[in-house]
């Protein structure tokens, strides 16, 4: 018998009413809240629960039948099936059912960012394909992870995190992933996505134009000490330059101090370069807000963009679509980032701690008209 006291359907506007009451039931049976060979509700008492008519609680029953997920008997009522994803095995201890996303330190204006609120969209599509509960969760100072033997854990600001800590939960078999850092050594599977080519695509775009001279501004929490991401994008650059045979010039490497990306850091950066002797034709801004801030510092001084000098931001914010000119990005695809995620937890691993399980997203360059090619003097 149906005994659930709330009803967990969204209202989803574009499907028809039998389509998403099918998509709760196939939520509740995969999510193992209906056994199998468990008897399914009747059409009488799928209406009652929902408040709908029987027309339509047959045609979603039918839509489970049809998607192998349940099967009628004649004379005795319709049942879930045994599925291979369903049986014994799958219920024993450890078995992820629900998915946590843990971050710490950061305040909830931490997922305004395209970059995160991305990742909680991809990761929350992927639970809900496979029928897995999704929640956020933020730790307390105690650094205590849910109690929940069915849960696995995807790590958002694992570089918040005390390394012990994070070595203590490997050791106590916690299914964790981390995203956006890693630390091969602990043996915890992780996604991340690959600022190297990030950083190459922008900087190998910009010479493409005839760019020779390209400035790059970074961002670090203390000065000259970049964190993972930020240092990967500078070997992408020193490649992408070394490729095309140009000498590295530390000179227009423009480091910003700062724990979060703002638009005066670009802007900051941008006069600091342009007061060079030789000043460059382009820049590559590691974020999309630096790469604002640089635009609005080059009006500032009378600079056309892209006709005096060329700027690429990286994240692709929304934002950049509309700015006039459009802004040249990198597109991490974060939203893939938060799929994979829940992939890797969802398979299986070695729990022994021998190997690394580890997935890479690579970007893509977004050209709009924030670039141009090298005009001679």
Same mark, same amino acid.
Request: charged fraction near 25%; hydrophobic fraction near 40%.
């Given at each position: ?181 890693? %630390?091969?050594?602990?043996? +915890? ?6 600022? /190297? @080519?990030?950083?190459?695509?922008? &900087? *190998?775009? !910009? ?106 931001? %990286?994240?692709?914010?929304? +934002? ?6 459009? /802004? @040249?990005?990198?597109?991490?695809? &974060? *939203?893939? !980032? ?40």
């Amino acid at each position: 018998m149906f005994k659930w006291s709330d009803r967990e359907m969204k209202k989803q506007e574009k499907k028809p009413l039998y389509q998403q009451i099918a998509h709760d039931l196939k939520a509740k049976i995969l999510r193992g809240d209906m056994k199998p060979e468990e008897p399914v509700p009747t059409q009488m008492e799928l209406s009652k629960f929902y408040n709908i008519s029987e027309i339509t609680s047959r045609r979603a029953l039918s839509e489970l039948v049809q998607e192998d997920l349940i099967y009628r008997v004649r004379g005795k009522g319709t049942f879930v099936k045994r599925r291979a994803f369903q049986d014994e095995a799958a219920d024993r201890a450890g078995a992820v059912r629900r998915i946590y996303c843990i971050y710490y330190n950061v305040e909830l204006s931490f997922f305004m960012h395209k970059f995160y609120s991305d990742l909680l969209i991809g990761l929350q599509a992927e639970c809900e394909q496979n029928g897995i509960a999704f929640y956020t969760h933020k730790l307390d100072h105690d650094l205590e992870l849910p109690k929940d033997e069915q849960a696995g854990f995807v790590l958002i600001t694992p570089a918040e995190i005390p390394m012990d800590k994070l070595r203590s939960w490997r050791e106590e078999n916690r299914r964790l992933v981390t995203v956006h850092f890693y %630390y091969p050594h602990l043996n +915890i599977p992780y996604v991340i996505m690959d600022n /190297l @080519t990030g950083g190459y695509l922008a &900087t *190998e775009h !910009l010479l493409s134009l005839g760019h020779r001279r390209i400035g790059i501004i970074l961002t670090a929490y203390a000065q000259n000490h970049l964190n993972q991401e930020f240092s990967l994008r500078l070997e992408g650059y020193r490649l992408a330059l070394s490729q095309h045979g140009i000498h590295f010039d530390p000179d227009l490497v423009c480091i910003v101090e700062g724990k979060e990306e703002l638009e005066e850091m670009g802007a900051q950066g941008f006069h600091q370069l342009m007061e060079l002797e030789q000043p460059p034709t382009a820049i590559f801004a590691t974020s999309d807000y630096k790469a604002h801030g640089a635009i609005r510092a080059a009006g500032a001084r009378g600079l056309a963009i892209p006709g005096d000098i060329s700027i690429v931001g %990286y994240d692709d914010i929304l +934002i950049s679509r509309f700015s006039n000119p459009g /802004l @040249t990005t990198v597109n991490q695809n &974060t *939203e893939l !980032l938060g799929k994979r995620a829940t992939k890797l937890l969802l398979s299986e691993w070695r729990e022994d701690g021998s190997g690394n399980i580890k997935d890479e997203i690579v970007p893509k360059l977004v050209v709009r008209h924030s670039t141009g090619p090298m005009i001679a003097p």
